[in-house]
């Protein structure tokens, strides 16, 4: 399968906040349990202070997956504080195209923007059953630090992958 990888843009949150609410829809595959507008896309993965980068899988000009990278809140006062040079990624891929090695391209662009601007670790907290999540994140090198429960009653396993050693 061919595609590529680049750098979200804000034309692109349409299609983003779509492939996320199929995802949604399929169930158990997010820890994000309602359908988020294009509004709320924007406010949550492009324009909130922590936000670090986006990037989307392209399929001629189809999106197929994108993977969002943002800092860790220094002020968080929940479950799993992470240090302030710590990063928290989401990946979210369609469906028709999962195991072809999208979710891996996404990565490697992130973690050079990682990289680059001198992040720690970043942490990855997935629904202790969605299996696709926590084989894809194993492979990429991800080990489970935490697991807790949330305010769903979801049973989250957090796995981090250390940039610096």
């Known amino acids: 399968m061919i595609f590529s990888v680049r750098k979200a843009e804000y034309g692109d949150i349409k299609k983003m906040s779509n492939i996320l609410n199929e995802i ?12 988020t507008t294009p509004v709320d896309f924007k406010r949550d993965y492009f324009t909130n202070p922590f936000s670090l980068c986006n990037h989307v899988a392209t399929q001629g000009t189809k999106i ?3 993977q969002f990278l943002e800092w860790s809140d220094p002020n968080w006062s929940g479950v799993d504080k992470l240090p302030s040079d710590w990063g928290l990624i989401a990946t979210y891929v369609s469906k028709n195209v999962r195991g072809l090695g999208v979710g891996k391209q996404l990565f490697e662009a992130t973690r050079l923007t990682s ?11 997935m629904n202790s059953t969605n299996k696709g999540a926590i084989g894809y994140y194993e492979s990429l090198g991800f ?13 989250c ?9």
């Open 24 to 35: 949604i829809n399929e169930g158990g595959l997010t820890l994000q349990n309602s359908i």
């Open 64 to 66: 197929i997956g994108f």
């Open 115 to 125: 990289n680059d601007k001198g992040m720690c670790s970043i942490s990855a907290t």
């Open 143 to 155: 080990c489970e630090y935490f697991t807790f429960e949330n305010e769903y009653k979801q049973t």
């Open 157 to 165: 396993i957090s796995k981090r992958f250390d940039l610096r050693i």
